[in-house]
Nanobody, 131 residues
């Protein structure tokens, strides 16, 4: 049984930083495609960052140069370092895992195209940024 557990969320002032973690259990393929998604109240869930084969990464335009996705295979953990946080970054953040490799291209952030590609989702961790 694959389980993804996010942690690291919290409340922070604008300009601050947080690091989210997503620890996988029962998932022997940490090198497969994994991503971070977020959902603000009243809005659709959207892609934030994805990491694929060869550690290729893609980011939503709104978080480029501020967020960094990475993974530690030995710890079976996916990270999202978030710097220079803005109020519009507020939302529930979810990690997702696929059961296949991917290029890490930006289209893997488009849930309308790849929702079924991600087989496992965490329960989410709340990020609140106050201005």
């Amino acid at each position: 049984q694959v389980q993804l557990v996010e942690s690291g969320g919290g409340s922070v002032q604008a300009g601050g930083s947080l690091r989210l973690s997503c620890t996988a259990s029962g998932y022997a393929h940490i090198r497969y495609c994994m991503g971070w998604f977020r959902q603000a109240p009243g809005k659709e869930r959207e892609g934030v960052a994805v990491i694929g084969t060869g550690d290729r990464t893609s980011y939503a335009d709104s978080v480029k140069d501020r967020f960094t996705i990475s993974q530690d295979n030995a710890k079976q953990t996916l990270y999202l370092q978030m710097n220079s946080l803005k109020s519009e970054d507020t939302g529930m953040y979810y990690c997702a895992a696929a059961m296949s490799y991917c290029t890490g291209g930006s289209h893997f952030l488009e849930l309308s195209r790849v929702r079924d590609f991600y087989k496992f989702w965490g329960q989410g961790t709340q990020v609140t940024v106050s201005s």
